[in-house]
C-alpha cells in the first residue's frame, strides 16, 4: 500500500471516487488585488488551495477579510506570514515598491512566491531574484493572469499549427480609465512607491500578450506624457516596436479614455485576429478570426473548434500554477517572462526621455539598468 509523506498543516481533499490530491497552503499578502486572488482562485478552488493566512496592514480591513473568505489565520506583521511552518506560497499583492524585499525574504524563509505586477522597478533587481531563486528550492511566479483564457488558447493554436501564415503586423490599445481619486491612494502617482504609470501598472499585461503571442522584442520607439494628470508617473503611451521575427508592432496605452477596452489585433498572412474588447480579460471570450484564404476556413474551425475551454484571469494562472507546484516543475510564468515584461519597460522609457530608438537586450552597462524612476 502507497503511503504518503506530509509537512504539518497539509490538508488533503479525498473526492467521490476515492482519490486523494493535496492543497497547497497559501497565504495572501495584501487585500487589495490579493481579495480578487482568493475569490476567483483560492475559493473557487478550495479543492486544490487552502487559504491558511492573510495578512494586510489594514486591521478593519483584515478581520473583514478574515471572516468573508474563512482564511485559519490573519495578521497585520509580514514577519508572521514568514514564520508560519504551514505556509508554502506566499501569494504578494502588495504596492509595487514592496514587491523586491518581500520575495527575497520569502525565499530566504523557504517559500514559493507568487506576486502582482509589476514585479519590480528595474532589471538589476529581477536579476538578483533570478540568482536567488537559484540558489533556491522554492520558485516565484509572476501574475500575468491575462495569458489565460478560451480566446489566447485559440489564437496560440493557430499560430502554433502554421497555417495562418507569417505575421504581418501587430497593434495593441490600452484604453482605460483611472479617475483622479485613483491615484489619491498615499503609494500611487509616485515613482518610488508606484514604480511607473500606465507603462507598468495598466498596459504591463497587454504588452506581455504581445510578446507571449508573437515573441521578444528587438527594438523600439516610445513616447510617454502626462496628458490627463499632473503626477509624477506617466499617463499616456505611444510606441512602436520591432520584434526578433521583423513584424513592426504599435502600443498606445492611456488612463483618460471615457470606455475602457483592450484590444489586441494580430495580422497574419492568411488571417487576421482581434481579441475580445473586455479592458480586463482580453483572453477569455473566443477572438474574431477572419481568415483571407478560402482554402484554409476549414482547418481554421477545425483548430477553434478541437481548443479546449479555459478558466480564464487568475482562476486559469492558479489551476496551471497548482499542477507545476506538485509536480515541482516550472510555474506556467517564470521570472524570465517578468524579465522580458520589465526590460520593455526599462527600454520605453529610456526612449522616451532621450528619443532614441533602444536596441534590446539590455545589459548591466545600461544607464537605466538599476531602474528607470526619476
Known amino acids: 500500500?502507497?503511503?504518503?509523506?506530509?509537512?504539518?498543516?497539509?490538508?488533503?481533499?479525498?473526492?467521490?471516487?476515492?482519490?486523494?490530491?493535496?492543497?497547497?497552503?497559501?497565504?495572501?499578502?495584501?487585500?487589495?488585488?490579493?481579495?480578487?486572488?482568493?475569490?476567483?482562485?483560492?475559493?473557487?478552488?478550495?479543492?486544490?488551495?487552502?487559504?491558511?493566512?492573510?495578512?494586510?496592514t489594514n486591521p478593519a480591513l483584515l478581520e473583514r477579510a478574515r471572516k468573508e473568505f474563512g482564511a485559519r489565520e490573519s495578521c497585520t506583521d509580514f514577519a508572521e506570514v514568514l514564520a508560519d511552518p504551514d505556509v508554502e506560497v506566499v501569494d504578494i499583492c502588495t504596492p509595487p515598491f514592496t514587491h523586491h524585499q518581500m520575495i527575497l525574504q520569502s525565499l530566504a524563509a523557504g517559500k514559493s512566491v507568487i506576486c502582482e505586477k509589476p514585479l519590480v522597478g528595474s532589471l538589476k533587481d529581477v536579476d538578483e531574484i533570478i540568482r536567488e531563486e537559484g540558489r533556491s528550492a522554492r520558485r516565484v511566479m509572476p501574475i500575468f493572469q491575462m495569458r489565460y483564457g478560451t480566446g489566447i488558447a485559440q489564437a496560440r493554436a493557430l499560430i502554433e499549427s502554421g497555417i495562418i501564415g507569417k505575421p504581418q503586423i501587430a497593434s495593441i490599445e490600452t484604453m482605460w480609465n483611472r479617475p483622479p481619486e485613483y491615484y489619491q491612494v498615499p503609494w500611487r502617482a509616485k515613482w518610488k512607491t508606484e514604480l511607473g504609470g500606465v507603462l507598468t501598472s495598466q498596459a504591463i499585461h497587454a504588452h506581455d500578450l504581445l510578446t507571449h503571442l508573437m515573441g521578444p522584442v528587438r527594438s523600439v520607439f516610445a513616447r510617454t506624457d502626462n496628458r490627463q494628470y499632473d503626477m509624477e508617473i506617466e499617463d499616456t503611451l505611444s510606441a512602436t516596436a520591432l520584434l526578433e521575427s521583423g513584424v513592426p508592432a504599435s502600443m498606445t496605452a492611456t488612463v483618460a479614455s471615457a470606455d475602457e477596452i483592450t484590444r489586441l489585433r494580430l495580422v497574419f498572412e492568411h488571417v487576421t485576429m482581434e481579441s475580445d474588447h473586455s479592458p480586463y480579460n482580453p483572453g477569455g471570450a473566443p477572438w474574431r478570426i477572419l481568415a483571407r484564404k478560402d482554402s484554409i476556413v476549414g482547418d481554421v474551425g477545425r483548430i477553434v473548434s478541437e481548443t479546449k475551454e479555459y478558466e480564464h484571469g487568475f482562476s486559469g494562472q492558479l489551476l496551471e500554477y497548482y499542477d507545476t507546484f506538485i509536480e515541482n516543475t516550472q510555474p506556467p510564468v517564470t521570472l524570465h517572462d517578468a524579465r522580458a515584461s520589465i526590460e520593455l519597460a526599462t527600454a520605453m522609457h529610456f526612449s522616451s526621455r532621450t528619443g532614441s530608438e533602444v536596441v534590446l537586450p539590455i545589459g548591466k552597462q545600461h544607464p537605466y539598468y538599476s531602474g528607470w524612476a526619476l
Open 1 to 56: 500500500m502507497a503511503s504518503l509523506t506530509l509537512r504539518r498543516g497539509t490538508e488533503l481533499q479525498v473526492t467521490a471516487g476515492g482519490n486523494v490530491s493535496r492543497k497547497i497552503a497559501v497565504a495572501v499578502v495584501g487585500l487589495g488585488i490579493g481579495s480578487d486572488h482568493i475569490t476567483e482562485a483560492y475559493v473557487k478552488h478550495r479543492d486544490k488551495f487552502g487559504l491558511v493566512r492573510i495578512c494586510d
